[in-house]
């Protein structure tokens, strides 16, 4: 079974600083990864995914995540935060499959704040 | 643009009153998804669509049911909803081959 942990409830930064984002999975196999932000009373939108390739993954907004197998980890980073990256941030995990289900295990999300 | 539509953005229902929350896409996916999010946690999968195949969750209530007529809309019927029903709930497409979900607006459902 597939599961994501992302160990934080809420992260804070200052604005200009490096964030860094947890989330640590399980899955049988290679993991499909990914990274979605919402922002209040909006859908989920994504950022980011990993499937296969280079470890380091680029997204929109400047938002950037390492897969590291033998961690279990995609961490979402960012090396300067701005006030509007304040939002909720969901990781999911997928197990790769050849036709059949297609549903992803979101993590419980983690808000992040940046002060200005 | 192509995109995912929620229609309503905001719905105020009665206990017990049904009411439908309807979404459309124009991405031509072939899977679409209910979620239900509240309270900034998780969102949760009610049922999805694959194709025209209906896959529920074991954990849905009855009183949550879908409709897909055609590739581009699908429906959530709540039959009688309770308090504990208000949410937001939140669409989703994705098809064969592309990994992405792509998520509506999502409808906050009141329940007075």
């Known amino acids: 079974a597939q599961s994501v942990a992302q160990p934080e409830d809420q992260v804070n930064v200052a604005e200009g600083n490096p964030l860094t984002v947890k989330c640590t999975y399980s899955?049988?196999?290679?993991?499909?990864l990914f990274w979605y932000v919402q922002y209040p009373n909006r859908g989920l939108q994504f950022l980011l995914k990993?499937?296969?390739?280079?470890?380091l993954v680029k997204g929109s907004y400047g938002f950037e995540a390492e897969f590291n197998k033998s961690q279990t980890s995609f961490h979402l980073k960012k090396p300067s935060a701005l006030v509007s990256d304040s939002a909720l941030y969901f990781c999911?995990?997928?197990?790769?499959?050849?036709?059949?289900?297609?549903?992803?295990?979101f993590g419980r999300g983690t808000s992040l704040i940046v002060h200005p | 643009d192509a995109m995912v539509i929620q229609n309503p953005r905001y719905q105020v229902t009665q206990f017990g009153k049904p009411v439908t929350l309807s979404c459309s896409q124009t991405?031509?996916?072939?899977?679409m998804y209910w979620y239900q999010q509240k309270s900034s946690q998780a969102p949760k999968l009610l049922f999805h669509y694959y194709d025209k195949d209906f896959n529920n969750e074991a954990d849905t209530p009855d009183n949550f049911q879908s409709r897909r007529p055609n590739t581009s809309f699908c429906f959530l019927d709540i039959r009688s909803p309770g308090l504990g029903d208000a949410a937001m709930y939140l669409c989703a497409t994705s098809t064969e081959g592309q990994e992405t979900q792509y998520f509506g607006p999502g409808t906050r459902l009141l329940v007075l």
């Open positions: 990993y499937i296969t390739g280079d470890n």
């Open positions: 999911a995990v997928r197990e790769p499959t050849s036709g059949g289900s297609y549903i992803p295990t």
């Open positions: 991405l031509n996916h072939n899977v």
């Open positions: 899955v049988s196999g290679n993991p499909y």
